[in-house]
């Protein structure tokens, strides 16, 4: 491999699918834009397998938990257990750096890219010992950090930021200009802003759905929900004229279970896909979690969405119900229970147009414009010489 070809290390874990999307979709724009970077993927749980108790004591990786409870649904108390995580990764954290310095000292990065939660500070602190001279990013895949030490850490670094309401609480931390980017939103695939290929109407027809009478696309992440089941049940019993369109993720139970409903009204079921956009491109409103990854994708395809926040909320995701109100690309209902009255007030006609016109006027190409953010932090010489921060150790506490 030539030498002067730049190596940059994306870190992602596998806890829901967004760090994954995220980063694969900004390999993809990278390489097809031809810039001489060498991009790399690296799996944070897999290098910390060796540390991680649940998989010691249980046989069951941290991440793998996590997905369980996306897919059961069981997120009531997870502030307690996002408190009990960051005490866990705290105690560990001098084994932690140990065990990251190692891994940069053989994979040699010119620039790291974090697009994960929790790990900052040690990924961070672990790269500046083994190699001081390589920038390190947080690049936030939340609508806003959930403080302390989920995304924004007090260390020396770059953030990117796909919110005003991010790069807010970065500078009340004290970052300078310098050292945050604003982004237009969070990172979508490419896929999304490809024209559609076939017309809208055929492609209807071919998943046996009417061209003529609403579709809501109902999604819950790739682990699936199954809330999926107590929403379709719901809109069953009402006399809506409407059809759906619901991504199961990997819950092959739901799809199977779905498909022995007998519902009144036309329903398409299908497991994990890549081929969101064209699902999405053929709805007219979303039903889902207020994930800020499905939020994007659904206000990229001009969809008003219906987003659901309370207890159950994962703390890192509330504030995201709170943009939809904010930005008026959607409901907020206090729980799934009032889907039908839900998708009635979306759907009137004082309602409707309102809301696909302010989802369409969001114009997100934050996929596009971090592969220059990250041309300038490499190449601007910001990082370690005009900016340094100085942070104590008590901070960190």
């Known amino acids: ?73 069981w997120t009531l108390g997870a502030e307690r257990l996002l408190g009990l995580l960051h005490l866990t990764i705290r105690c560990a954290h001098p084994r932690i750096v140990r065990l990251l310095s190692r891994s940069w000292e053989t994979r040699l990065p010119d620039l790291v890219i974090s697009l994960v939660p929790h790990f900052n500070r040690a990924l961070c602190e672990s790269l500046s010992l083994a190699l001081p001279l390589t920038p390190f990013i947080t690049l936030l895949t939340d609508f806003a950090d959930h403080p302390p030490h989920y995304w924004i850490e007090r260390q020396e670094q770059f953030l990117i930021c796909g919110t005003e309401r991010a790069v807010l609480q970065a500078r009340a931390l004290g970052y300078s200009s310098d050292q945050v980017f604003r982004t237009s939103g969070m990172i979508l695939h490419p896929r999304f802003y490809e024209p559609p290929r ?17 579709i809501g696309l109902v999604l819950f992440g790739g682990q699936g929900s199954q809330m999926i089941l107590e929403i379709a049940s719901r809109l069953n019993g009402s006399s809506l004229p409407l059809q759906l369109i619901v ?59 219906i987003v659901e926040s309370n207890a159950w909320t994962l703390p890192q995701e509330r504030y995201n119900a709170v943009w939809v109100k904010e930005m008026q690309v959607g409901l907020v209902v206090k729980s799934f229970h009032q889907i039908v009255s839900a ?15 302010k989802a369409a006027a969001i114009r997100n190409r934050a996929v596009y414009e971090v592969p220059d953010i990250l041309d300038r932090i490499m190449n601007s010489g910001l990082y370690r010489t005009s900016v340094q921060i100085e942070f104590s150790a008590q901070q960190h506490l």
Not at 200 to 214: E, F, K, V, W, Y
Not at 283 to 300: L, R
Not at 343 to 357: H, I, Y
């Open 343 to 357: 998708v009635e007030e979306l759907l009137a006609v004082e309602n409707f147009p309102m809301l696909k016109s």
């Open 247 to 305: 991504l199961c993720g990997r819950n092959q139970q739901l799809i199977q279970a779905l498909r022995a409903c007998h519902l009144r009204y036309p329903i398409f079921a299908t497991g994990f896909t890549t081929d969101v956009p064209h699902y999405m491109r053929l709805a007219d409103f979303f039903i889902g979690k207020p994930g800020p990854g499905s939020i994007s994708e659904a206000v990229a395809m001009g969809l008003p969405v």
């Open 198 to 214: 076939v017309p809208r109407d055929l492609a209807r027809r071919h998943l046996g759905l009417h061209p003529d009478i609403p």
């Open 1 to 73: 491999m030539n030498a002067s070809r730049k190596r940059l290390d994306l870190v992602i874990f596998d806890a829901g699918g967004g760090h994954r999307a995220a980063a694969q979709a900004l390999q993809t724009v990278i390489e097809q834009q031809g810039r001489f970077w060498q991009v790399e993927i690296f799996n944070l749980q897999e290098a910390l397998d060796p540390l991680d108790p649940l998989r010691r004591f249980a046989g069951l990786r941290t991440q793998d938990f996590y997905n369980l409870l996306l897919r059961t649904g």
